[in-house]
C-alpha cells in the first residue's frame, strides 16, 4: 500500500529564493498594498522569468481581490436560476448567460459568464467593469 502511495503522490517542489524585484516586475505590482503578497508574487515571477526563459511583458498587473466582494451563490441557486445552463438540456441555449451574451471576443464570453457567476455586492464597484462595455 505505502508503495502505491508513493508512486501516486509524487510532487515536484521548487524553491525560488530570489526576493530582487526586476524592474519589469515593478509595473506589475504597484496596485498591491500588502507587503508579503507582493513578495510572494515577485517570486512566483521571478520563477516564471527563470523557468519560462522569455519575456514577461505581455502579463497585466496583478490585482487583489477578496472574496466577501462578490455574491456567494451556491450549486442548485445557479442551477435553479438558469445562470449559465439551463436545467433540461444542460446547455447554454436559455440560459440567462445565453440571452445576455453578445460578446464580440471569446475573453469577453468568459468575462461575462464570471460577471454572471460571482456578481459584485458592491454596485458603486462595477462602474470600472461598466466602462469596458460599449453600447
Do not use: C
Amino acid at each position: 500500500m505505502e508503495k502505491k502511495l508513493q508512486e501516486r503522490g509524487a510532487a515536484a517542489l521548487s524553491l525560488e529564493s530570489n526576493l530582487v524585484q526586476s524592474e519589469s516586475f515593478v509595473a506589475l505590482l504597484h496596485l498591491l498594498k500588502d507587503q508579503k503578497l507582493a513578495t510572494t508574487i515577485s517570486r512566483l515571477l521571478n520563477y516564471l522569468y527563470r523557468t519560462q526563459k522569455r519575456s514577461l511583458d505581455h502579463l497585466q498587473p496583478v490585482l487583489a481581490y477578496e472574496t466577501s466582494q462578490y455574491m456567494k451563490i451556491d450549486y442548485y441557486s445557479k442551477r435553479n436560476l438558469e445562470l449559465t445552463e439551463t436545467i433540461r438540456s444542460k446547455g447554454k441555449k436559455g440560459s440567462l448567460l445565453w440571452l445576455l451574451d453578445e460578446t464580440k471576443t471569446a475573453m469577453g464570453g468568459r468575462m461575462l459568464k464570471q460577471w454572471i457567476d460571482r456578481p459584485l455586492i458592491n454596485k458603486n464597484r462595477s462602474s470600472g467593469d461598466k466602462a469596458l462595455l460599449k453600447p
